[in-house]
């Protein structure tokens, strides 16, 4: 069966993207397969690499980059939401004048119509929230 | 070309008071490209979202409320509001911006978009419903 | 169409599970968890409700939530089905679509 996850909350502030992570891992664990993982609203600071979590801490975002890298999982941060709270690849940077980008490895800035085309594709999708 | 799928936008919170209405709104608008069949339920506090004479001026926001009228141009008129939650909140579909679309299929007939449900027809709805999609 | 709903808020502090139970048809599945599984305990304010809901919809609760939060099985709701994420999973799976009710 094809998931597709939406993530609608920032890393630490809610228990979304943890759930999220441990719904992904039992999934591929019984062989599902995740078509694509969107990041909405607040779930954007997901992506961000200049996060710096308590070392005896799970660390959110490295968990996340490291699943798109074991996995060839797709991680979609949704630009518009990127950009209310600053978060930026190169190109994005580039083209908003910043001094600076902050995305992690692994994830994507991209359109909402990822998430329509997530919904499309998949059997399945299972929203993440607050 | 995919199949078209029934999808449902469910919205439960008020305006302002957080982003979720207004980004569930931009979700809505990228996802008519898609030509899906597409139905917005406005269920709980979700009501508030389609009051008239909305002015965030005081509050430094701004007013994405006129967003709602275009819905109808994007072909988008199945919108479900809870006629319990409604009355809960002591407001009635008087209270609510008055959405309509043109029906190409009846010489462009203007026809109203918000359909008042119960809960039990909303109950219904929602389980027609391929990708829901929560704010 | 068989749907999964899922509640992971609290009852004392969002309405999100009486609203789901209100429009969870019967035959329809109810996950709760993270702050959702507060509902699934005994001798809440809430239990004779969710008892009454489930004559008609079927109730699980995610175990590490509850075990996250001190809560034992012993105190749940009887016919509560305690579930981990693989058993989350499969009721994504076997349901025909899932609702979260945030």
């Known amino acids: 069966m094809k998931f597709s996850i939406l993530i609608n909350e920032g890393p630490y502030q809610h228990q979304a993207s943890d759930t999220a992570y441990k719904f992904i891992e039992a999934a591929l664990e019984a062989g599902h397969e995740i078509f694509r993982v969107f990041f909405y609203h607040d779930g954007v600071n997901n992506s961000t690499r200049y996060t710096v979590p308590p070392q005896d801490d799970r660390n959110i975002q490295v968990r996340w980059s490291e699943l798109a890298e074991k996995h060839d999982m797709d991680l979609v941060v949704c630009i518009a939401a990127a950009q209310r709270r600053g978060i930026l690849d190169e190109n994005e940077a580039k083209r908003q004048g910043k001094d600076g980008d902050n995305i992690a490895p692994g994830f994507r800035i991209s359109g909402l119509g990822q998430l329509i085309e997530a919904g499309i594709q998949a059997d399945r999708l299972v929203t993440f929230g607050d | ?135 | 169409m068989a749907i999964l709903h899922t509640v992971n808020k609290s009852p004392f502090e969002r309405d999100a599970l009486e609203s789901c139970l209100k429009h969870a048809l019967a035959g329809s599945s109810v996950l709760l968890f993270e702050d959702g599984v507060a509902a699934a305990v005994d001798g809440t304010a809430y239990a004779d409700q969710i008892k009454g809901a489930m004559e008609n919809v079927s109730l699980f609760v995610l175990g590490e939530d509850l075990k996250a939060r001190g809560l034992g099985e012993h105190k749940l709701i009887d016919g509560i089905t305690v579930v981990d994420y693989k058993g989350f999973v499969e009721l994504a799976a076997k349901n025909d679509s899932v609702q979260s009710w945030l």
């Open chain 2, 1 to 135: 070309m995919s199949d078209v799928k029934k999808f449902l936008y469910v919205n439960r919170k008020q305006p302002y008071g957080t982003i979720y209405a207004l980004e569930s709104l931009e979700v809505v608008l990228i996802g008519a490209a898609f030509e899906q069949d597409v139905s917005l339920a406005f269920v709980d506090d979700g009501v508030y979202q389609l009051t008239k004479g909305q002015d965030p001026s005081g509050i430094g926001m701004k007013n994405f409320s006129p967003t709602y009228t275009a819905l109808g141009d994007y072909d988008i008129n199945k919108i479900y509001v809870e006629k319990e939650s409604l009355e809960a909140r002591g407001l009635t579909i008087d209270d609510l911006q008055h959405l309509t679309w043109e029906d190409e299929d009846e010489d462009w007939a203007e026809k109203d978009s918000i359909r008042v449900v119960s809960a039990s027809e909303m109950a219904e709805i929602m389980d027609q419903q391929d990708v829901v999609l929560s704010f």
